[in-house]
Each structure stands twice: as C-alpha cells, then as structure tokens.
C-alpha cells in the first residue's frame, strides 16, 4: 500500500484455527453436564444424553432431551471446558435451546402489524403512526391531476377541518380491501343478484375518487344496508327486483250448467203442481 510516496506493509489478521477435536475429558462429563441441565431445570426431568458436539478447543456442548411441558422437540444445552493439562471439565452454561422438530412460537410482531380488521373493540383505542403512508396533510391530498374535482380541498378543510386525509395509497388498498371482501362482486350473493348496485335505487355514491367503484346500501331491507358496496355487488334487494305477474291456471270445465236450464210448463194432475205454483222443468 502506497500512503503519501511513502510504501508501507499491508497487514492481514489471520483468524487462528480452531481445533474442532472433541476433548475426551470434555465429552466424558456427562454426568456434570446431566447435573447441570437438572438444576436449570428446577426439578424438571432430564431426557436422554442425545450427543456432544465441539465449539472449540477443549470445550465441548452436552445436549439432553427437555422434558417440560409446552417445550416438545426443544434440547438442554450443556457447555463443559477445561484449562491446558487439568484433568476435569468445568461446566460454563446451561441453556435451552431449540432442536430440529421443536415447537416455536409465531415470529415476533409488533402490535401495530398484529392487529386485524374486526380486532378493535368497544373502549380500544388505536394510535395512528404519524408517519403512516396512508395519510398525507389535509393541503396535500388534492390532486390536479385527476379529473375529479370532489377531492379539492375546501376551506374548512385547509382551515379548521381534518389536519390529515387519506393518500392515493390508502386509498387504493382500500379499494383492493372492500373490492374482494363480502361487498365486492365476487360473493355467492352478488353472483346470484339480478342486477348490480350500480343500478339500484337505493345505491348512494360515494364523493371523491372512489365514487366510481363504491356506494353505500341505503336499502334497510338488504343485507349490506350502511355499508360500503362494490359497484358490481348485488343482492336479491334490488329496487328493480320487481316479482314477474303469472298466468293463472284456467279451472276445469264444469260437471253441471245451471245456467243453461230452461223453465217450462206442465199440465196439472193429480199430484201435481198448480198454475199458481212456480213451473219448472228440463230443457
């Protein structure tokens, strides 16, 4: 290396090897290393001795089964050393740690990447990140570029409304949320609605960006009724649903028509009736 005219040595640290011979006097202090996994255990059972691996010179890593509740497949691990020419191990820690088909609970989230739609419940309060990307400052969220002029900005808006709204981001997972949840337009109910929101009655757009995909049920029949909907959702609620008239069946002919009986005179005879009574007869 060159440093100012002047040639200068380029040092290189070498790591020194590490021998990975397992000590025998290390790997022989099973015992130690039983008894020291036994106490971490609190009076917990030890499992088998399941082998001894090499971290270094004479120092070596006893594992033994672990037998308590909750901690299926997980291993004592048991690190013995022992000085230059001693001729017994000395134990250095005592940890549990996972083995192969262990039992691990869920990676480690912060609450802020756990919680769910539906989670919050009556009483939570939910902080937003002041740095959430799907909000952006009130002066902000106006758009020239897209032609929809419902998005500008009014004046208690830029005054004393809303020191935040939502940011074409939000919006758009928004609009991918409500698009494939149970307002959208893939559900067996709206696959089975004989028209889509769009042309129902008691649709209600929404103002801004989204007015052209999303309305709110104003139909107090239907089951979406003051939720936000998909312009191609449906339901059998639709105000155009109107019940087609049927035909009805035609009776069958009559067995007697007393309509067509004709009243006709007989002459009188013993037995039979007057001239002052009522005449009748078959015709």
């Given at each position: 290396m060159v440093l100012n005219g002047t040639t200068m040595a380029t040092l290189r640290l070498v790591p020194k090897k590490v021998d990975k011979k397992v000590d025998k006097v290390c790997a022989d202090a099973v015992d130690a290393a039983r008894a020291a996994a036994a106490d971490a255990a609190q009076g917990g059972k030890v499992g088998e001795h399941l082998g001894v691996r090499a971290d270094g010179e004479r120092l070596v890593s006893h594992r033994f089964a672990a037998l308590e509740r909750?901690?299926?497949?997980w291993e004592w691990s048991v690190t013995v050393a022992r000085p230059p020419r001693a001729r017994v191990a000395t134990v250095c820690e005592v940890v549990l740690v996972p083995g192969d088909a262990s039992v691990l609970a869920p990676e480690w989230l912060p609450w802020s990447?756990?919680?769910r739609p539906g989670d919050l419940g009556v009483g939570d309060i939910v902080p937003t990140d002041p740095d959430d990307d799907r909000l952006v400052p009130t002066y902000a969220g106006y758009e020239p570029e897209v032609e929809d002029f419902v998005d500008e900005p009014n004046a208690f808006e830029l005054g004393v409304g809303r020191v935040r709204v939502m940011s074409r981001l939000g919006r758009d997972e928004a609009a991918d949320r409500?698009?494939?949840?149970?307002?959208g337009p893939h559900t067996p109910?709206?696959?089975?609605?004989?028209?889509s929101c769009g042309t129902c009655g008691f649709f209600?757009?929404?103002a801004g960006s989204l007015r052209s995909m999303?309305?709110?049920?104003?139909?107090?029949f239907a089951p979406d009724d003051g939720r936000a909907v998909a312009i191609d959702h449906g339901c059998g609620a639709h105000s155009e649903a109107l019940v087609q008239a049927t035909t009805p069946i035609s009776a069958p002919p009559i067995a007697f028509d007393d309509n067509a009986v004709d009243l006709v005179k007989?002459?009188?005879?013993d037995g039979s009736v007057g001239d002052d009574a009522e005449p009748f007869g078959h015709g």
């Open positions: 909750g901690y299926v497949g990447e756990r919680i409500w698009h494939s949840g149970e307002t109910l709206a696959e089975h609605a004989p028209a209600l757009p929404l999303f309305g709110v049920c104003g139909n107090m007989t002459p009188a005879g």
